[in-house]
């Protein structure tokens, strides 16, 4: 078989203001580069598109580098070996890399790791076997430090991270989980996964549905993937020696002029809360522990995993674009 010479990828054409729009982005074509030593060649079966990549569309100081202008964009994709000069892949091996937005990527080969898909299905390791799930194991037990019997809320609970999040704390003996969400058929599926109560931010005041939500025992975590009222409501609602994770703030991500919620913070002082920001690359010295943990609670049932996929390249930034508006259930993902 020939080796493909050019790939077809998703370039940043220019630089948001706001919420993005097609014109931020340019499909083009772009030379491979010859395989050298400890290289592998990779096609990507999927990629991931995810909320934190807006940040990396504004040229600012941030945790991690932004995209350049007229460069491949990149971010989580799982792919099938080609061609390999490293000796710790072989051809038709299935990979998990970081240069996404592409068809084919040249990737060194201690930055790939093989994913075992005799587990599950290869899209699953950039979910709930991948990044994702690190993000939720990690972040309800390391970051908030989780104890069995601890009534949490997860925003954004229909999303990648939130769904598993939810899932998690039930398997590991929470007293009452609750979730919010952008839909009726988002907090219906929140239901069939097991939380307990589930509510559509747009049908009230945050607070006034958290507080029903959690009845008189309130609640002692709070998983924040959302910012803004969410994170003022469940200041509220939080018991005493409350702790926060702060995952990320999506209600924030498009917006032109700063936001004034939360208005209540000084409530962490009376209250004496931990509120506690953190990036998944952090927490890598967990993934052993949760790549066990999580392989046999997919593999009994005890979580289960949704996917939102977008066909082909051409419409990742659409994929995007409509991961930001809330389109998606579960992991947002282009197949290419």
């Not at 054409?13 to 982005?25: L, M």
């Not at 580098?65 to 007229?70: E, I, N, V």
């Not at 945050?206 to 969410?230: C, M, S, T, W």
Request: charged fraction near 20%.
């Amino acid at each position: 078989m020939s080796l493909p010479s050019v790939t077809r990828e998703i370039q940043l054409a220019s630089r948001p203001v706001g919420r993005p729009v097609p014109e931020n982005f340019r499909l083009a074509e772009s030379a491979l580069p010859e395989l050298g030593d400890g290289q592998i060649l990779v096609r990507n079966l999927f990629i991931s598109v995810d909320p934190y990549m807006r940040g990396r569309m504004n040229d600012v100081k941030s945790y991690s580098a932004p995209f350049a202008l007229d460069k491949a964009l990149d971010g989580g994709a799982v792919g099938e070996v080609l061609a390999s000069r490293s000796s710790q892949h072989k051809e038709g091996d299935v990979v998990v890399h970081s240069l996404g937005w592409r068809e084919y990527a040249v990737v060194e080969g201690d930055a790939a790791t093989t994913a075992d898909t005799g587990l599950a299905p290869a899209s699953a390791f950039l979910g709930a076997l991948g990044m994702t799930g690190l993000t939720a194991y990690a972040g309800l037990l390391k970051v908030a430090e989780f104890a069995p019997g601890d009534a949490v809320f997860v925003s954004g609970a229909a999303g990648a991270v939130g769904s598993l999040v939810g899932q998690i704390a039930k398997a590991m003996g929470a007293s009452r989980v609750i979730g919010s969400a952008g839909s009726p058929a988002k907090v219906a599926r929140l239901l069939e996964l097991g939380f307990d109560a589930a509510f559509d931010y747009h049908d009230g005041p945050v607070r006034d549905q958290l507080e029903k939500a959690a009845g008189p025992n309130g609640i002692d975590v709070y998983f924040d993937n959302v910012g803004g009222e969410h994170l003022e409501a469940a200041l509220s609602v939080l018991n005493v020696g409350g702790r926060v994770a702060m995952c990320g703030a999506i209600a924030q991500y498009n917006s032109t002029e700063p936001t004034p919620a939360p208005r209540n913070l000084m409530l962490a002082i009376g209250k004496q809360l931990t509120l506690k920001g953190f990036l998944v690359g952090g927490q890598r010295q967990h993934a052993a522990e949760f790549a066990g943990k999580m392989a046999g609670w997919l593999a009994d049932g005890t979580v289960r995993y949704d996917e939102t996929i977008v066909e082909g390249l051409d419409n990742a930034p659409q994929a995007f674009m409509d991961l930001l508006d809330g389109a998606n259930t579960g992991k947002m993902l282009v197949r290419l």
